[in-house]
């Protein structure tokens, strides 16, 4: 199955956006075994436009387009898309009262100009836009001009996400499921934390070998800090090599996994305190915040986390944490024994069940030979022994941040939450 | 000038990893002028790459790739690219000095396979990396064989974002910007903050259009909080025509404008208050640490930002910022009042001049019809009676967070850095 996507809009071009469609539908996608090809962005032009989805459809089974089909000047897809294909629009009745219930609902008159947005090319499928006026197009050309002796589906999405997302989600992907009922495409991903893409490959890769004789398909995919194994297959075994994967996956990597598929570590971790009925403090030098910023993007962490310090000088980390300024002057703020005490100040100015804390130096000045940039120590205090580990992460600041926070979270995920696992 | 960017990688099809090569490089090269005019995204398979690479020749005069240089299996551009164009390849001396010196200075062993990233094409220039192994490389193609009468430059940027984008703007951007000197292309933007896309376009649009018609090109980009007027022009008279329309667009959006092309709020920010040896503190609920993650992520911030304190909890408002209980009790955490002694709180404990403090309801659920999900009190306390705002950012919980800093980070703009703008 051979599947394109063509994301449009001049704002693309000229890197005004970050087109997060591509990997939010490629992701989609992937995970029922439509994987997308090849992916091209044009500007928003009628001819760059025709000339891109033509070329997609001389070689794909699927297409799916983004962008360019709202009511303004520059939104092209569908006129072009039906230029191309010599097909007829017509005003479609239903689309064209949902427009006009959608401004009625509001309060707000109706421009003139969206009714445009009506029109649709002979033989669509109309896909509801539950929030917004453009309606998702859905094509089957068959046969296929562009490409001998085989027919495709071709399906128009709009440009804002969150229209684009639910219509993708709800009418979409059933459309396709439908299509190619016989995809019986299984996938699942494993997420692990501070073990290498290497160390990981070689762990469980000569183990999970024959079951890839057997048609496993088996991925790697590595972050800072972080590697996902992607475990999929097709066909009428697939749910059961998949399973076996995963037994095997699990039983080799054991504690590193952190979770499935899309559960983030930050998810992970305020799911299992707030389970628990546990709590978190922070104490945050060179991570600046960035602990707390991820907790934080996680709905209900305000039943989770108490407080968070952001401790940027020595004097916060004394005043507001209670650091001893003796242990400072003879260790440095980045040091253990500096890191011991953010922790267990933060435990106690809180009154968390856990608390965090992180000191280093993140660059880019400021090392020494004995603490040279990237040197951080990463504390946890509970009901039990504080732990300090030192780590050596030696990237540009951004990535140091990022890697820094994994480790922390990891460090409290391990000790705290699964000592068995 | 055509221009063509081509992204390799398979994670990139699988929707593992986000691609923002796209936005920073299309970004980059319409800021000179070379707006690109198509970008593919493809696996790292040697067909793939190879099909890409000959299609984008055959329509354009630069073409820029990005993956593929490292030295594992999946590193195919280097020997696909050369392959195609019939070039022998051969070790560059140079190159594998530069590699070598790389393991030695961080006392690793170098793995033989690393040796491949030396491996140079016939004709080809190599683009240093500073950050890590695997060189760039530049071909000039005369003829282009794959298009008539034509010339190419093809450019190959390794995949690793804090490889490519220093080797981009130092190595890559000098090459095109020789290639193609008769550019003559100027872009200036100016970005605001808190002032609407429609009403930008509303106050400055009908006083360009003298100069529109002279041949400047205006666009307007929207984020949210945010609005980028970027001003470009090309030809002899550009320089003029950019710098006219820039003190147009001063004259009318004065203090809106935080700054110009790549400056971000918070590096504005910190550049600002470590001139004026100034200092900042911060408390914050429902950004739940963004603003100090934001500010961190400047290098120099240590210097200007002494305390950030994540109050989530109402006991941490009282604990660690001393807001009154009462006050909470009486008029709700997410209060003016409350936000108030908050940033009062962080000035004091904290001894910084400024202090920011923010307090609201980031959702999903929380609201109620006097303070509805989206409410949020933002306060700045420093030599000067305290200010605190209202607003209503009815964003999803993302959004929320980014535009709500994006007032707070003005807030403290706009009334202590700048008084008069």
Known sequence: MIVELINTGSELMLGRVLNTHQQWL????????????????????????TAAVRESLSRADLVVTTGGLGPTSDDLTRQAIAD??????????SVAERIENYFKARNRPMPPSTRIQAMVPKGAIVLINQNGTAPGLALRIEPNPFRQATQALLIMLPGPPRELRPMFTESALPLIKSHWSDLNFVCRTLRSAEIGESVVEETIGPLLAPLVSRGLELGYCARPGRVDVRMAARGPGAGSLVAQAETVTRSQLGGCIYGADDDDM?????????????TLALAESCTGGLIAHSITNVPGASAVLLAGIVCYSNDSKIRLLGVDPDIIAQHGAVSEACCRQMAEGALKVSGATFA????????????????????????????????????????DRETFKQVTVNQALNLLRRNALCPNG
Chains 1, 2 share one sequence.
């Open 84 to 93: 191309m294909l010599g097909l007829a629009l017509h005003e479609e009745r």
């Open 266 to 278: 930050e998810t992970v971790i305020v799911r299992a305190l707030s389970e628990r009925r546990e």
């Open 26 to 49: 490629c992701r989609r996608l992937a995970d029922v075994g439509a994987v997308v090809t090849r992916q091209i962005a044009v500007p928003d032009t009628a001819d760059a436009i």
């Open 356 to 395: 965090l804390a992180v000191t280093g130096i993140a660059g880019p000045s400021g090392g020494t030979p004995q603490k040279p940039v990237g040197t951080v120590f990463i504390g946890l205090a509970g009901p039990f022994q504080t732990v300090v580990e030192r780590r050596h992460n030696p990237f």
